[in-house]
């Protein structure tokens, strides 16, 4: 299990850094040390992190590369501008990383990092307020705001998507779970945010 947290054992200098939890020995190795990094996703063999590094009011898309979860070696592939932010890379293959770029316009798009072609393209132009991808059996789960509320859609290439929520609040964040082929939501509710469980559907 992949994660981000802030070091609470030296709360006058604090970063966010990574971290993996090992569900056989049941322990937590870090990762990185001060880098002010998150938003940390597997590649498909497990091989790589892509993450976002945070530095001087810019932030970066870079990769971790693994050898027997030791770091082997970081590069960065994409710097941000001073009117640009990253977030939420995702591996779609082994080669390919989506991301989420927000613009000086507040518009905010799906984009592609080919690994193979060291190359930054346009992957989704549909969706304009895109945050939190999240790569599943389905496809790519992003939240987005088009109809003036945030829900989650599967977004594809080119200017595809399908909404896959109808709330009248707010979702966040979702993932999905195959063998019960349901929906992991964080949905406002009256009560503040509930995680949530709903059964796959697409709508209009």
């Known amino acids: 299990l992949l994660f981000d947290q802030v070091d609470i054992l030296n709360p006058y200098v604090s970063y966010r850094d990574l971290y993996i939890y090992d569900f ?10 001060n880098l002010r990094a998150q938003d940390p996703s597997p590649s498909p063999r497990g091989d790589k992190i892509a993450f976002i ?22 590069t960065t592939l994409v710097h941000s501008s001073f009117q640009q ?10 080669n390919e990383i989506v991301f989420a770029m ?9 984009f592609v990092y080919v690994l193979s072609e060291h190359k930054v ?8 307020s895109v945050q939190n991808p999240r790569m599943t059996a389905k ?27 109808n709330t009248l609040t707010n979702i966040e964040t ?5 063998q019960r082929n349901e929906l992991i939501v964080s949905e406002l509710t009256s009560e503040g945010n509930r995680l949530m469980s709903i059964p796959f559907a697409t709508f209009k």
């Open 53 to 74: 590094r945070n530095d001087g009011g810019r932030n970066h898309l870079s990769i971790m590369e693994l050898n027997n979860r030791n770091v082997k070696k970081i």
């Open 102 to 110: 927000r613009a000086r316009n507040g518009q905010e798009k799906l």
């Open 174 to 178: 979702s993932d999905y779970d195959p």
């Open 85 to 94: 932010r990253l977030s939420g890379p995702e591996f779609i293959s082994d």
């Open 121 to 128: 393209k346009p992957w989704n132009t549909g969706l304009l």
């Open 139 to 165: 496809g790519l789960l992003v939240s987005d705001d088009r109809s003036n509320v945030r829900n989650i859609y599967l977004a594809g290439p080119g200017a595809a998507f399908t909404p896959v929520t």
């Open 24 to 33: 056989n020995t049941k322990k937590v190795t870090r990762l990185t040390t």
